[in-house]
């Protein structure tokens, strides 16, 4: 250990600044919402890894094989792989659990979260980073290659990792992106240390059962987490939404459960994206519906209105008249965010067309707005003819939302292909002839 001790000697200072900084980013995240001190201090680690690596991989393993030989057999070769290879990567892993507890700080859930979130891979990057550093440092090439070699390798990586998660985001190859890294940092790592004249096989197979178990480590403690923790508690909730982002879909039927009457807004969405890949269903009630409903603004509750129009999920009229009734007060939500309530609402226009028209008629401003723009799904001529109405409206907003309504339901644009106004008589009497043609 004595090779540790030395290593450590040389970055004392680079540590002893870092534990006020750490101080500092603390204080900072419990009493300001400003992100600067976290910037600082992420980079301060990430400088401080790279160097770290870089004393690292200066020492030469043949060196010290003989004396470790000597004291400790055949396991003589592992330790000094263990200090030579793996400590300055779990040195650089502590110092990221460090900065993140802290960082997250002022979260509900702390330390909960920030530590599951580590476990599933959050700052794992820095590792890598500090990877492609070995790697490039290993080349001893000069300073005017190493360096832009090092950048555009870690570009590369950088954008091949968020092209392969946003195309496997969620799912198994979630998990088979991880295994891959788990497997890559192994490999990098064995194959530089092993003098084995077999050292490709043996790195392969060595690399292999590494990722193995260190990807079923972790996933056991989530599995474990997931039925070992009460229900409605943040560790079930935590631990089964990280499992199905990594294509076990057993905890969706748990976790579909309690959303209604405890999940987050985040929980709702990540869980309804989850059943929509699985393609499972709810099976909720009105009355569990209305609850998940009414526990979010309208403007943000829009994943949940996709899934009911997907799903042709009908709900009692009721429930959305008092829903729309209560949310569109002061304050107004933005009524150009809200196409897929839009959509849902105008497909029960033909049963409730009488309260449509005294939603209407009462409304405020964003409501009648919104109300114009439902009226797009209906194909009903008395729809038609309500909108052809607001064309002329004094308010600019009321025609813009009834022409483009009009424009759905007829397939036109009748003023773009006259070069007129939408309020023009000839637009006007376009739809007109429209909707005449309907009746018949």
């Known amino acids: ?195 084995s004249r077999w050292k490709l096989i043996e790195s392969v197979f060595l690399s292999l059962f590494s990722a193995a178990f260190l990807f079923t480590a972790v996933a056991s403690f989530f599995i474990m987490s997931f039925f070992m923790s009460p229900q409605g508690s943040s560790s079930l909730s935590i631990s089964g939404e990280i499992l199905l982002k990594s294509g076990f879909v057993f905890p969706l039927n748990k976790l579909k459960k309690i959303i209604p009457e405890k999940g987050t807004q985040q929980d709702s969405k990540n869980i309804f994206r989850m059943i929509e890949k699985y393609g499972q269903d709810t099976g909720y009630t009105d009355l569990e519906w209305e609850k998940l409903i009414q526990k979010n603004r309208i403007e943000n509750n829009e994943y949940i209105f996709n899934h009911l129009n997907k799903r042709n999920i009908k709900l009692n009229f009721e429930i959305l008249k008092n829903y729309i009734t209560s949310q569109f007060l002061i304050p107004p939500p933005d009524t150009n965010n809200l196409p897929q309530f839009t959509k849902y609402f105008g497909s029960y226009y033909s049963d409730n067309k009488i309260d449509f028209y005294e939603l209407y008629n009462s409304g405020s401003e964003p409501m009648k707005i919104a109300i114009l723009k439902s009226l797009a799904y209906t194909n009903d001529i008395d729809a038609v003819n309500f909108l052809i109405d607001k064309l002329t409206s004094v308010d600019r907003l009321r025609a813009e939302a009834a022409y483009n309504s009009l424009k759905k339901i007829s397939g036109k644009d009748p003023a773009d292909d006259l070069k007129k106004e939408n309020y023009d008589i000839d637009v006007i009497l376009f739809f007109r002839d429209y909707a005449s043609k309907m009746k018949k």
Request: aromatic share 22%; proline share 4%; glycine share 4%.
């Open 1 to 195: 250990m004595h090779i540790i001790k030395e290593q450590l000697r040389r970055v004392n200072n680079f540590l002893i600044i870092l534990i006020p900084l750490f101080i500092v980013n603390a204080l900072f995240n419990l009493k300001y919402d400003w992100g600067g001190v976290s910037v600082i201090a992420r980079i301060y680690i990430m400088v401080l890894s790279f160097y770290v690596v870089f004393i690292f991989s200066q020492i030469n393993s043949k060196n010290y094989e003989s004396e470790y030989t000597a004291r400790f057999g055949w396991k003589g070769k592992y330790y000094l792989f263990f200090i030579l290879k793996i400590f300055p990567f779990v040195f650089i892993y502590l110092l990221t659990i460090v900065f993140t507890l802290i960082n997250y700080i002022n979260t509900p859930e702390w330390p909960l979260e920030p530590v599951y979130r580590l476990l599933d891979g959050r700052y794992s990057n820095t590792i890598i980073y500090a990877l492609i550093l070995f790697l490039v440092l290993k080349k001893k090439k000069r300073p005017g290659i190493s360096i832009p070699f090092f950048i555009i390798c870690s570009i590369l990586y950088f954008t091949a990792d968020k092209v392969l998660y946003s195309l496997f985001d969620p799912g198994t190859g979630v998990s088979v992106i991880k295994i891959t890294k788990y497997f890559i940092f192994f490999f990098v790592l064995i194959y530089g240390y092993s003098q």
